[in-house]
Each structure stands twice: as structure tokens, then as C-alpha cells.
């Protein structure tokens, strides 16, 4: 059986005739306009419009997502400030926040391709430029200084899967994107990660989700425009109370990516593609959403298998480095994840999970521009994916891993 992957901005064709091959495909919704959504969102929110939050006078930072996420920011940025400007807010006013976490600065030519119009409103977060506004089980919250000062908090989002959040969007933008080490280094600890409601796919009793949700009550993030996605393309937007947007589009994710797993398999071909296939730290989202997930496909000793492009080989920001210095610098799975359960550095939490993983099943990661640093990383390289599945294996491919659920099967 033959079927495409995607590979970075491309495909790849894949042939394994000697498999028994399954395709888990997702319903997939119905696709819809981003821009449109986007404004229905805004005129009919969860809470207070935007423009009655907003004074004329306010000083407004509005949060978005960085280049590992596809979030559309130009136009969710766009319909935020025409919603701001029915306030009296002027243009320059508003600071737009790149939120960044953990992961490195965005280039120029990142800034204009995701704001368009409005990249010259853009600044990059620095976690060394944070200030703490409050504190959640103790831990301090701390925020970047534009969002702090400012006198309306905005945010778009992408709800997407998380491994953590079991959804993304809502209050992490703000709180992880333009936070500081602490608050990362308590909600991606061992203790948080390893509570059995921290869970992908599940916001609902989510620790990590909860934790998340209360440090943007303690920033005061007043309002967000968030979109959700599937192989169909963008499935909708919601706005304004990020607990509720979250809920909302959630559901609609959960609707539209959820596939029922009724057997084991000896491989599970994940694929990716950009903007998340740009380093290994973003890639092994998909190892870890297949064996991690609300249900694991594999059968004992099964491997996932991943094209990935890797342009950036690792990662280059600061959590992408300290993955890579832990799986680089270990002797197995078992012993790195022994280890981390004692505690490790904001960043490196990837390095946990993927361990938690590895010590079940390999990953195997093909058709990369770095394959020395995946071998460096107790996973193995090869050049195609047809060379990383023995003959006769039962295969499930998942050709969008990161945007697909494998969920237990009710027969």
C-alpha cells in the first residue's frame, strides 16, 4: 500500500508492500473561514465584548503565539484591533507580545510572515524581563513587564492537543508564552507530569490545565480570540473568558480529530510536518501523543516512526537545548527517566516524557537533515520509512499525529 506524509512544507510518497497497513484517519470537521469565524467570535463572546473591557486611554498588549505554532495571528491580530479601535483604542497603543516561553527569539522575517501588517507592532519575549504579579500553590507567576504594565491583557490561542494541558490555548498563551522559569519549571515538573488527569485530550480535572487557568487570573488576561484546527484546515474560533473559549473549542476539537483504536500494532507511522517537524524537541510531540495518549496503538516492543525534516536539528532555544543536553547525555531511557523524577531545569521536561516513552518502545525518526543528533538522542535515524519497518509488520499510519486522537475503541 502506498500513501503520502508530510515532510516539512512537502510530501513524501511511502510504499510498504509486504505491510499490513491500517490509516487512522479523523473525521476531520468542516472547514471554515478564518477571518469570519473570527469576527463572530468577537461579536458574540464568552463574557464582556472587547470593546466595552477597553478605555480609549488603556495601553493594551495583545499575546499571540510563536512560530511553532500555525496559529493565523495576522488576522486574529487584525480582527483584535479593529474590535480595540471601535473602543478609541489607537494603533500605538498596542503591543503585540510574541509568546515565546522557553523557545528562542523569532527572526524579522518569522515576525512578518505570521503579523503581516502588523509585524512593526511586535516584540520578542524574554523571560528575563518578567515580573511577578502573583503566585499559584505557592509558585510565583511571573509575567513579562508589557503585560503587567499594560491596562487590558489580550491573547489569541490555538486549541490544539497538548500533552500536558490536554488542550492548548486559553490562559498558556499568556502564562507560559510570556512567562518566566517558574512557573514552567512547576507545571512541567515530574510531579505535575506524572498526576493521572495531566493527561492529552483531557482539559476537564487537569492539574497542569488548572494550574495554567488560575496564573492568568493572577496576570488578569481579560479577554482572548482563540482558533482550533483539523486536516480540514481551521474548524472555528471562540473569544473572550479563555476557561470557557477553551471548553468550547475543545469540544469541537475532540469532535473532529478523535479516531477509535480496537487493536495493537507492531508500528505506528507518525507524521508531522511544519511548522513542528523544524527541530526534534517539536517532532517527538508525535511519539509521545501515540504511546501517551488516551490510547496506546502499539503492541509490546512497537516502534513509532516519524519523518521529520529538522532544519533546526535539536532546537535552538533555551528548553530545546537542555532536551537535547539530557537524552544526549544519557546511557538509556530507563536511567534518564529515573533520574528526572527527582527534578530538572524548565525546558527539559520533553526529555522526560520522550524517556517515559523510549523505555517501552524505540523511536525511530527518517528522512531528516540531522540524523547524527536523533542517534545523539537515544532514538535512531534512518533514511526513509520504509527502512525503519520490518516486512510483514501490522502498521498503523497517523499521517497528522499531532491533530489526531487515538482514543479506546467502544467495540
Known amino acids: 500500500m502506498s500513501f503520502t506524509l508530510p515532510l516539512g512544507d512537502s510530501e513524501i510518497s511511502v510504499s510498504l508492500p509486504d505491510c499490513d497497513v491500517t490509516v487512522a484517519e479523523p473525521p476531520g470537521g468542516e472547514a471554515v473561514d478564518v477571518r469570519a469565524a473570527a469576527e463572530r467570535a468577537v461579536a458574540d ?36 484591533l479593529a474590535e480595540l479601535q471601535r473602543a478609541g483604542v489607537a494603533r500605538e497603543q498596542v503591543t503585540v507580545l510574541l509568546g515565546l516561553g522557553l523557545h528562542r527569539p523569532m527572526t524579522d522575517e518569522e515576525i512578518e510572515a505570521g503579523l503581516g501588517d502588523h509585524a512593526d507592532l511586535a516584540t520578542n519575549h524574554d523571560p528575563e524581563e518578567t515580573v511577578q504579579v502573583g503566585s499559584v500553590d505557592d509558585c510565583p507567576v511571573e509575567v513579562h513587564e508589557r503585560v503587567a504594565d499594560a491596562d487590558l491583557v489580550v491573547s489569541t490561542g490555538m486549541v490544539e492537543p497538548h500533552q500536558y494541558a490536554g488542550f492548548s490555548g486559553g490562559a498558556k498563551t499568556v502564562a507560559i508564552g510570556a512567562g518566566s522559569e517558574s512557573l514552567i519549571r512547576y507545571t512541567h515538573g515530574p510531579a505535575m507530569l506524572a498526576s493521572e ?3 492529552l485530550g483531557r482539559v476537564e480535572d487537569n492539574p497542569f490545565r488548572e494550574a495554567v487557568d488560575r496564573a492568568g487570573d493572577e496576570i488578569g488576561l481579560d479577554f482572548c480570540l482563540n482558533v482550533t484546527h483539523g486536516p480540514s484546515g481551521f474548524l472555528g474560533a ?28 507492531d508500528a505506528v507511522i ?10 526534534l524537541y517539536q517532532t517527538t510531540r508525535a511519539a509521545t501523543y501515540v504511546v501517551l495518549g488516551d490510547r496506546n496503538p502499539l503492541r509490546e516492543g512497537g516502534r513509532v516512526v516519524i519523518p521529520a525534516a529538522l532544519p ?12 537535547y543536553d539530557r537524552l544526549g547525555g544519557a546511557e538509556s531511557a530507563a536511567a534518564l527517566y529515573d533520574e528526572m523524577r527527582a527534578g530538572y531545569e524548565p525546558g527539559a521536561q520533553r526529555a522526560f516524557v520522550v524517556a517515559r516513552a523510549l523505555r517501552d518502545h524505540d523511536i525511530v525518526v527518517t528522512d531528516s537533515r540531522h540524523p547524527e543528533i536523533v542517534d545523539d538522542c537515544l532514538m535512531q ?7 525503519a519497518v520490518d516486512p510483514g509488520s ?16 467502544d467495540d
Not at 473559549?245 to 500494532?265: H, Q, T
Not at 507518525?270 to 527541530?279: E, I, R, S, T, W
Not at 535515524?381 to 527502512?387: G, I, K, M
Open 312 to 323: 533546526e536539528g535539536a532546537g535552538e532555544g533555551t528548553g530545546e537545548r537542555r532536551f
Open 197 to 199: 488527569g495531566v493527561r
Open 238 to 265: 471562540s473569544a473572550g473568558q479563555p476557561r470557557a473559549v477553551v471548553r468550547d473549542l475543545a469540544s469541537v476539537g475532540r469532535e473532529a480529530l478523535s479516531v477509535p483504536v480496537s487493536r495493537d500494532y
Open 270 to 279: 507518525a507524521g508531522v510536518g511544519a511548522p513542528k517537524d523544524a527541530n
Open 45 to 80: 463572546p464568552h463574557g464582556p465584548e472587547l470593546a466595552r473591557l477597553a478605555d480609549p486611554d488603556d495601553l493594551v498588549t495583545v499575546v499571540v503565539t510563536d512560530v511553532t505554532r500555525a496559529t493565523p495571528d495576522d488576522v486574529l491580530v487584525d480582527v483584535l
Open 394 to 409: 501490522d502498521v498503523l499510519v497517523v499521517p497528522d499525529a499531532l491533530d489526531t486522537l487515538l482514543v479506546e475503541s
Open 381 to 387: 535515524a534512518r533514511e526513509s520509512v520504509a527502512d
